[in-house]
């Protein structure tokens, strides 16, 4: 533990982790929704961001991200080795199911290092890949409430009475709309593959 | 009969250095094969009616390679292909292609194996392509700096 609280100075995501364990120790492990919470927190990213500012964001964290073409089944993956780690999105995936795919390798690596540091969050009959699919989805949820007060703000400044309700219900529709495809992404996904993969077949 | 296998098992040791480190036995080969399925000696013998032992027997190196007829059961039990058996077992001269494939498929889980190296995938489905195994497999050379793969 000493070890590896030593090297956390080059490892911004041990640090991290160690920071949730002081926190949520005596309960652990956290809930999935507190730990995206705090992540969401500490990463600093928001609902709609480009590849290039995922990849500034990733890089305030010691993590290399790139985006380049990736065998078929492949949609991310993560890999870390001493204190160089870096995580790769298929190139192909378009916003905002990279930015699910970033959050879900992201939790596959925090565990890896609450393994290391003796506390892991998933029991050995948990499944990480069904536990990082929920992080990713709670994680953008977590985005989109950040939002959404600034969004019902800019409505109430609206002056204009019915332009008001008008913008005050485009925010609720479009909220709505977009934590139901946060829900649903891995969902969404199956389906465009499939028919991108029935398209490939036709042609 | 205890001190006579030790001597077989140490003259094939012999054997083994003499031919060098990159030559795989039939047996080591077909004991990674079948944990690499995460197959007990059980299952082969129920899924390709050949005696546990006798399989067992194989793997450590106490039997020759069985006969193309036997390989065929083991490779449906395996979900290899039979020529690639056959090639291992020594029946067939080795072509490129199922040279590569063996190649990868024991760097890949030389990647699985190494705990230093971390790493997890997000996968459509839970089939595990030769491609995505290449993948793995490159992005764990550029990380640790170890090759793995031979080079054209």
């Given at each position: 533990?000493?070890?590896l609280?030593?090297?956390?100075?080059?490892?911004?995501?041990?640090r991290?982790c160690l920071?949730v364990?002081?926190?949520?120790g005596?309960s652990?492990?956290?809930?999935e929704?507190?730990l995206?919470?705090?992540?969401?927190?500490?990463?600093g990213c928001?609902?709609?961001?480009s590849?290039e500012?995922?990849?500034?964001?990733?890089?305030a964290?010691g993590?290399?991200l790139?985006?380049v073409?990736?065998?078929?089944?492949?949609?991310?993956f993560?890999?870390?080795f001493?204190?160089?780690r870096?995580?790769?999105?298929?190139?192909?995936?378009?916003s905002?199911f990279d930015?699910?795919?970033l959050f879900?390798?992201f939790?596959e690596m925090?565990?890896?290092?609450f393994?290391?540091?003796?506390r892991?969050i998933?029991g050995?009959?948990?499944?990480?890949?069904?536990?990082?699919?929920?992080f990713?989805?709670?994680c953008r949820m977590?985005?989109a409430?950040r939002e959404?007060?600034?969004?019902?703000e800019m409505?109430?400044?609206?002056q204009?009475?019915w332009?008001?309700y008008?913008?005050f219900g485009l925010?609720?529709?479009?909220?709505?709309a977009?934590?139901?495809?946060?829900?649903?992404t891995?969902q969404m996904?199956?389906v465009?593959?499939?028919?991108?993969?029935?398209?490939?077949?036709s042609t | 009969?205890?001190?006579?296998?030790?001597?077989r098992r140490f003259l094939?040791?012999?054997?083994?250095?003499?031919?060098?480190?990159?030559?795989?036995?039939f047996?080591?080969y077909?004991h990674r094969?079948?944990?690499?399925r995460?197959l007990t000696?059980?299952q082969?013998?129920?899924?390709?009616k050949?005696s546990?032992?006798?399989i067992?027997?194989?793997?450590?190196?106490?039997r020759?390679?069985p006969?193309?007829?036997?390989?065929?059961?083991?490779?449906k039990?395996y979900?290899?292909?039979?020529?690639e058996?056959?090639?291992?077992?020594?029946?067939l001269?080795e072509?490129?292609?199922v040279a590569e494939r063996r190649?990868l498929e024991?760097?890949?889980e030389?990647?699985?194996?190494?705990p230093?190296?971390?790493?997890?995938?997000?996968?459509?489905?839970t089939?595990v392509?030769?491609d995505t195994?290449?993948?793995?497999v490159?992005?764990?050379e550029?990380l640790t700096?170890?090759?793995?793969l031979?080079r054209?």
């Open positions: 533990m000493n070890l609280t030593d090297g956390t100075a080059n490892n911004p995501i041990l991290f920071d364990l002081e926190r949520h005596e652990w492990p956290p809930a929704d507190v995206a919470r705090e992540f969401v927190e500490w990463f928001r609902a709609f961001v590849k500012h995922m990849r500034e964001l990733c890089e964290k993590v290399k790139t985006f073409p990736l065998p078929s089944e492949i949609r991310g993560n890999c870390s001493g204190n160089q870096e995580i790769v999105v298929c190139e192909t995936q378009i905002p930015l699910h795919t879900h390798e939790r925090l565990e890896h290092d393994r290391e540091l003796g892991p998933i050995p009959k948990g499944s990480l890949e069904v536990q990082a699919e929920q990713a989805i709670l977590e985005t409430s959404i007060p600034g969004f019902l409505a109430q400044n609206v204009n009475k332009m008001r008008l913008s925010v609720i529709v479009f909220g709505t977009y934590l139901f495809h946060c829900i649903l891995p996904e199956e465009l593959s499939e028919a991108r993969r029935q398209r490939y077949v | 009969m205890a001190v006579n296998m030790e001597i094939q040791l012999l054997i083994s250095c003499y031919n060098g480190p990159a030559m795989e036995s047996g080591s077909l094969l079948r944990k690499s995460g000696l059980k082969v013998e129920a899924q390709a050949v546990n032992a006798y067992s027997q194989i793997e450590r190196g106490l020759n390679p006969h193309p007829d036997i390989l065929k059961r083991l490779a039990a979900d290899v292909e039979h020529r058996l056959l090639i291992a077992a020594g029946y001269e072509d490129s292609v190649a024991k760097a890949f030389h990647v699985q194996s190494d230093t190296f971390k790493h997890g995938t997000r996968l459509k489905g089939h392509s030769l195994k290449r993948f793995i490159e992005m764990y550029k700096n170890r090759p793995l031979k054209a």
